[in-house]
Each structure stands twice: as C-alpha cells, then as structure tokens.
C-alpha cells in the first residue's frame, strides 16, 4: 500500500478514537478514486480500481478539460446555453478505508454536503440509499454494513445527465463529506435547534431543542446539559436536565436560558456564541455538539419593512448562483467566504440564494461576516423548466429536502427568511397556491422563527391567491409593471396593503429606479439584483440575451454580475457604490465600437446587460474624435480634468441618477474626475494611457494559509507597463510553475468568451489581468509562484504554510 494511503487511514484511525464519544464529525474529503463514464459493478469491494484517477473533495468533473482537448467546453453539449456548454455525464467515485473493531457498537455514518446529481451511495457493495437533488444535504448509517477491524469501501454513484439545470450546476462530489462516528446514545442528525424569542440589550431568552435518539437496545436514563459560551468563550448560562429514552426511540429536550447584556447579532458586529449541548448516561459523557448562533432579533411589517435589533435595514442584496468560477461547483471553504467578502466590501448586506440552498461553509461565512441571506429551496415544483430537472423528483423528495434544507440552516442567525421556490410554473393556477401552502406550512413547521417567501414573476392580481400563502412577497423584475397603471409597488400596496414586498430579482440596468423604489416605499424590504456574482452558464444573457441558440458558443458565462467570476468589480458595481455608499467616485468610457459582437434579435424584455464601457484611455486611432466618458458619482459635484485641463463641473445627486457625462476628445494622457462636498475635495478617480506590458505583477489575497490540503490563495496577475500602469490591452499568454507545498487547481480571466482550460497552468489575460488560484496540502513550508510570459519580466510571489 502506498505511504500515502497508509499515512491517511492512520490519520483516519485517530481521528474515529477521538470523535467516538462527541458528534464531531471526521473532513472525509482526501484520498477518492475517480472514474468519469459508466463502470459496471464499480460497488464492488474487490472491483480493481487502479487505474481510476486519485483526486481529493470537493470535486467536480464539468470544469475539467473534455478528453484529447484543453477545454471544459464544447459547443455540442447537451448542456448549451443554460449550462454554458459544459460537460455531465455519469461518474463514480471510490474510497476504502478501515475501522478498527473496537468502534464495534458505535453507530457510523457519512454526510454528503451536496452531490450534482441523482447520487446512488453503496458500503461494500451494499446499496444504501440514493439521492437526486444535487443542492440539498444527506446522510446514511453505515454501521449495519461496517467490516469492523478491516477495510471498507464506500462506492457514489453521480449521474448528471440530460438538460436538467438552467444553469452551470457542475458534476460530481462538489461539496464535503464527513464521517460521524457515535456511541448509540446521540444527538440526532441536525437535531439541536436554537432560537433566541426574547431579546433586547439587557437580557435575551436562548431556547435550545436537542433531539437525542437511543439507538441501543435497552432503555436509558440520559442526561443533558447545555452550556452556552459568549464571543470571548466565557461561560454565560447553563442549564441542564434528565429523561428516560426508551430504546429505539428519541427524545426532544427543550429548555430555556437567559443570558444577561447579549451581545447582539448584526451585520456591522456579528458576534457569534456556542452552544455545547452533552449527553450523558450514568456520567458518562456519549456525544458533544458544538452549535454556533447569534442573538438578535428580526421582524417585517409594511410600516418598518425589515427590522433587525428593532431597527429598520433596507436590504442591499444580489442573488448568487452556486458555482465559484474558475473552481467550478467545488465549495471550498475559503472560496465560499471570498465571494462573502467581496460581496460586503462592494455594500451588499443581503444574498439571495438562487436557486438552491448553498453550502454550509458558505453560510457559515455569512454568520462570520454579517451578511444576511435568503435561503432558497427549488427553481421548479411539479412543472419543469427542463426535461430533467427536479419536477421529476419533486412529488416524492419536496418533504425530504425542506427538511434537510430547513433544519440542516436553521441555526444560521444570518438566514432572514426561507424562500420555497422560483418562478415556479404553476404559481397563477389553484395547483400552484395549494403547493404553496403545503411548502410553507411545512417550512412554518420545522422553523416558525422566520418568515417564508418566493420569488414570483409576470406580477398582477392572479397572483394574489398565491401570495397570500406567503408571509412575504417576492416580486422578480417589479419595473417592468406588467399592464398595471403607473407603480407596481405602489398599485399593489392600495390594492393590498397589508402586504410586504421586496424586490426579488432587478436589472442592473435599472438599478436607479429599483433602489429609490426600496427608499421611497418603507412596504418594499430591498432590492436583489441579478446578479451580484457572474456565473458560469445563462451564456451570454448579459450581451446578446434572449432568445438564446447553439450559435452563442463559444459563451459560456452570464456576464450580468455586479462581480465577475475572478471577483474584480464590473462597471456595475462602481456605479451600484453611488447609490449605496457617500463620495463615491469612477470613470468609464463608452467604447466607440462594441465590445462583442452584437444580436439583432434581442428581445425587448431581455435586459439584463450593462452599458458597454470600460476603464481604459488607450484609444490609439482615436485621437481628436469625441468619446462618451461616464462618471458614476455620489459626490456631489464633479469636475473632469483631461491632461489637467478642467472640462468643468457637472452635479451628480438623485436628479441626474448619479452620474454625469462628457464627450471628450481623446487625447493620450490622464484623464482625472475630482469629486467635491462643496469646496472639499472628498474623491479622486483617474485613467492612464497605457504603454507597452513591460512586467508581471502579483498580488495575493493571502499569504498565509493552513496545511489542510484546503486553503487557498487567489493570486490576481496584472500586465503593466514600465512606469506600473496596467495596460487594459494586454492579452499575453502567462506561464506559471509553483514549487512548494501547493498546486494550481483553477486559472481564470474573466473572459466571457474564453475557453480555455480552467486548469492548465497558464492563462491569456483579458484587459489586462488573468488569475490563478493555489490550494494548500497538507505539509508545511513556502510556496513559490512563477509567473512568466515572452517579453516580459517574470515575478514570483511567497506564500507561507502552516
């Protein structure tokens, strides 16, 4: 056996000796076999699986490149514009491991975060269960079929197959799996639940459920004590108590606890507290569960909208798809809390998650950082929007995936409300609101702490009936008013005004209008644009829309995003920063010549494109000719200097929607917006002529990361030119090498139509910049980063693990 693998299943060994008596669970990503296609009898103990690829979780085979070529794309996908023309298919995936025979008598299972799709999972060649929907989580109890002091092989089963996915899903094991290991006297699956009903400054009310089960075969006196640990990790209340659990059965605890001066929950200081909830039988300790939660409050009515802490918070927010670019599907935890963190630097407080729940570590991020979050279940019910999507699954699995979504979530403080679906087809028929209201009820049932809403589009009074099942109304692309007289908002709250509304879905072309719509309207919570991070399918909506055909290839991105897939702000954003933040200030200019190709066929209602410009003064042949230079500004008065020469000043307030141009006669040089609170100067912006790229610049987002074979660093390359300007031109192919304990597992650029291999080591860059992404293993040491390309000083970067 191979000093790897046998280093592993050492680790494993101690790993289940430390978590047998808490219900701490063992990370079960490292070490799988992969084979992608269709395996006969690959569940097998003694099937030889030698030749099958070694790869480590999380996992997704569709961002890989496609056999004989160096692309994951392919204009023949079945996948097409929906899902930017990747790659599914049928894979499998096999890991042995052994379990010493002293776990004998303890209960073993194993957790899958999320699998895409229809997931089959067998334990030596048992099959155990299966599992379609790709976005919910699921776990089985393997101890029935454990080979206790010998080997064991866990076999997944993943079939992508067909049109079943509006989007870039991704393919394969693309989040963790852990392995629980238990005495038969344990905390349930997800099963301690915590909610605060009192709060204020002086004191709040912690009520905690915990559902012990007794998997043993005899009754058992069990005791529980839940202890509850402040942000410094103080002890701040206690409470414990006693029951007979008769075997084969559970038992739910409920207590109360006050905690004095709570530090609240919120998104400027999300402070966190634990919870360690233990059970014990004639004293001693079986099982230990750390849950963190925040204290805070939250409440929705027409007459304050959204109120945290009893204040009132309009909601900044943007939908985000599931997949993290150049990475894919693959839900590592540090790519998860990057696009958190991107996301609140650029002034959202609020994601919507379309349209799926997401990953844990992600919303762990949102506790961490402060950022609220809408917890979406479904894209379709009963009805699909693809051949193969979950309709088919739904009548059988909605129960299911509710409840792995709702109690897996439900201690997140983060989570405002549960959304049940999007754009359902049936939402205008007495089909469609009856389903609604077993959905919300059952929501309501498993958490009735947070409201329950859905996404609704083709607003007007038929809808009403399907409201009215939903505690909040999500209204998708409100602006477009859809027959109705004037204000959608303001038409439907005289109509119906009790009802409270948000904005579900916006364009970011009519970001203006949609944001004074939330400030005016104290009944419309916020505002969520589509969308907030690009994404990789819907090819092309951003540009040539819809309808949509074969011949988009070679699309592959949305290219709609607020942020692009690498995370560097779009133009977008920048003019997004006016309305949301104070003396914001940015220069863009029209480009005289489209950007991309353009389609003549787009339709009227197809608008989820942005104005095509640019951060660039590099218009060689251009001189003297009239260029369109937009300045998005909440400062508020502008002046424009080209070459230092003022070219006057313009206001730019809610009158002029925040942004003031000029036609400007290009001219080599600076070009230099100074944005003014009266006579103070409070913001400058400034574009340079580029020259040649002359050298490599890198710039990494962390240079210290952890040896867990999981960290990762996002490196950001710029091309810049002798005296250190990027040169938005520069698209050379750039080499990189890395020496040290790390590898590269993505490049990117951003390039909506780039295909080329996401994980080659190399990447053209586009305007000037391309990205690669390092990820840690499990030694300590440096990382060395090279990055070279012809004509150009290379450069290096550091990076330090332990």
């Known amino acids: 056996m191979p000093k790897k693998i046998l280093l592993f299943n050492l680790l494993l060994l101690i790993c289940i000796k430390a978590f047998s008596q808490n219900s701490g669970a063992v990370l079960f990503?490292?070490?799988?076999?992969?084979?992608?296609?269709?395996?006969?009898?690959?569940?097998?103990?003694?099937?030889?699986?030698?030749?099958?690829?070694?790869?480590?979780?999380?996992?997704?085979?569709?961002?890989?490149?496609?056999?004989?070529?160096?692309?994951?794309?392919?204009?023949?996908?079945?996948?097409?514009?929906?899902?930017?023309?990747?790659?599914?298919?049928?894979?499998?995936?096999?890991?042995?491991?052994?379990?010493?025979?002293?776990?004998?008598?303890?209960?073993?299972?194993?957790?899958?975060?999320?699998?895409?799709?229809?997931?089959?999972?067998?334990?030596?060649?048992?099959n155990i269960g299966t599992h379609p929907y790709g976005y919910t989580s699921f776990w089985f109890d393997l101890t029935d079929k454990i080979k206790y002091g010998g080997k064991n092989t866990v076999a997944v089963e993943v079939k992508n197959e067909g049109q079943n996915s509006r989007w870039y899903s991704g393919s394969g094991i693309y989040r963790h799996v852990w392995l629980r290991v238990a005495e038969p006297v344990q905390i349930g699956q997800w099963g301690t639940c915590i909610t605060t009903p009192e709060v204020s400054t002086a004191s709040a009310r912690v009520n905690v459920k915990t559902n012990v089960l007794n998997d043993s075969k005899s009754d058992q006196k069990v005791k529980v004590i839940t202890k509850i640990l402040d942000p410094q990790n103080k002890e701040v209340a206690s409470v414990q108590s006693e029951e007979l659990i008769n075997a084969g059965t559970s038992n739910e605890f409920k207590k109360d606890m006050d905690v004095a001066a709570p530090v609240l929950w919120?998104?400027?200081s999300p402070s966190l507290y634990i919870a360690i909830t233990q059970v014990y039988i004639s004293g001693i300790l079986t099982d230990e569960q750390r849950s963190t939660f925040g204290i805070r409050k939250i409440s929705f009515n027409t007459e304050n909208g959204f109120q945290l802490n009893g204040k009132t918070i309009k909601l900044k927010g943007g939908c985000v798809h599931n997949d993290n670019g150049p990475l894919g599907s693959k839900a590592y935890d540090r790519a998860e809390e990057r696009r958190v963190e991107i996301l609140k630097a650029s002034g959202y407080n609020a994601i919507r998650c379309a349209h799926n729940p997401p990953s844990p570590a992600f919303l762990d991020a949102c506790d961490r950082l402060g950022m609220l979050v809408i917890d979406e279940a479904f894209d379709c019910w009963k009805y699909g929007k693809n051949p193969y999507d979950y309709h088919l699954y739904f009548a059988d699995w909605w129960k299911k995936d509710i409840e792995s979504m709702v109690m897996r979530d439900r201690n997140h403080p983060a989570i405002i409300m549960w959304s049940i679906g999007n754009e359902v087809p049936e939402k205008g028929t007495p089909e469609g609101v009856e389903e609604a209201g077993q959905l919300a009820a059952y929501v309501r049932e498993l958490d009735p702490t947070r409201p329950v809403t859905a996404a609704v589009d083709d607003i007007n009074p038929a809808k009403d009936p399907y409201f009215a099942k939903l505690d909040v109304s999500g209204y998708n692309y409100p602006v477009r008013n859809y027959g109705h007289d004037g204000n959608t908002y303001e038409t439907d709250h005289k109509r119906v005004p009790g009802r409270i509304m948000f904005c579900t879905e916006s364009?970011?072309?009519?970001?203006?209008?949609?944001?004074?719509?939330?400030?005016?309207?104290?009944?419309?919570?916020?505002?969520?644009?589509?969308?907030?991070?690009?994404y990789i399918g819907e090819a092309s909506i951003g540009w040539l829309g819809y309808p949509v055909g074969t011949s988009f290839y070679p699309?592959?991105?949305?290219?709609?995003?607020?942020?692009?897939?690498?995370?560097?702000?779009?133009?977008?954003?920048?003019?997004?920063?006016?309305?949301?933040?104070?003396?914001?200030?940015?220069?863009?200019?029209?480009?005289?010549?489209?950007?991309f190709a353009l389609n003549n066929k787009t339709a009227d209602w197809s608008k989820w494109?942005?104005?095509?410009?640019?951060?660039?003064?590099?218009?060689?042949?251009?001189?003297?000719?009239?260029?369109?230079?937009?300045?998005?500004?909440?400062?508020?008065?502008?002046?424009?200097?080209?070459?230092?020469?003022?070219?006057?000043?313009?206001?730019?307030n809610r009158a002029t929607k925040f942004t003031a141009v000029w036609d400007v006669p290009y001219q080599p040089g600076e070009l230099k917006a100074v944005g003014y609170d009266g006579n103070k100067k409070v913001n400058i912006s400034v574009l340079h002529t580029a020259s040649m790229p002359m050298q490599i610049h890198l710039s990494a987002d962390r240079i210290q990361l952890k040896a867990n074979n999981q960290d990762l660093s996002y490196v950001t390359v710029e091309l810049l030119d002798a005296k250190g300007t990027l040169n938005p031109r520069a698209n050379n192919l750039i080499h990189f090498k890395v020496d040290g304990p790390g590898e590269i597992i993505a490049v990117g650029n951003a390039n909506p139509v780039s295909v080329e291999s996401d994980q080659l080591p190399q990447r053209k860059a586009?305007?000037?910049?391309?990205?690669?992404?390092?990820?840690?293993?499990?030694?300590?040491?440096?990382?060395?980063l090279t990055a070279s390309a012809d004509k150009l000083t290379g450069k290096n970067v550091i990076l330090h693990v332990e």
């Open 555 to 595: 699309w592959n991105l949305a290219y709609c995003g607020d942020i692009d897939i690498c995370g560097w702000k779009r133009a977008q954003s920048y003019y997004r920063d006016a309305l949301w933040k104070e003396n914001q200030l940015s220069i863009f200019v029209q480009s005289p010549k489209p950007s």
């Open 766 to 784: 586009w305007r000037g910049k391309c990205m690669v992404i390092i990820k840690s293993t499990h030694k300590s040491g440096n990382i060395t």
């Open 507 to 534: 364009f970011a072309i009519e970001s203006f209008g949609s944001w004074m719509e939330v400030i005016d309207h104290p009944y419309v919570l916020g505002d969520f644009v589509w969308t907030s991070f690009d």
């Open 609 to 652: 494109n942005w104005h095509d410009v640019v951060a660039d003064w590099n218009w060689a042949g251009y001189e003297n000719k009239s260029l369109a230079v937009n300045i998005y500004s909440s400062c508020p008065e502008v002046e424009l200097f080209l070459n230092n020469r003022s070219l006057g000043k313009k206001p730019t």
């Open 29 to 126: 990503d490292d070490n799988w076999k992969f084979y992608r296609g269709g395996a006969l009898s690959a569940e097998n103990v003694n099937y030889d699986d030698s030749k099958w690829r070694k790869v480590d979780l999380p996992h997704d085979w569709s961002i890989e490149d496609l056999p004989g070529t160096e692309s994951p794309f392919t204009q023949n996908a079945i996948s097409q514009v929906g899902g930017g023309f990747s790659v599914g298919g049928t894979a499998w995936y096999r890991k042995t491991f052994d379990v010493p025979a002293a776990q004998n008598g303890r209960r073993i299972k194993i957790q899958f975060d999320g699998v895409y799709m229809n997931a089959t999972v067998f334990i030596n060649g048992h």
């Open 266 to 268: 919120s998104c400027e």
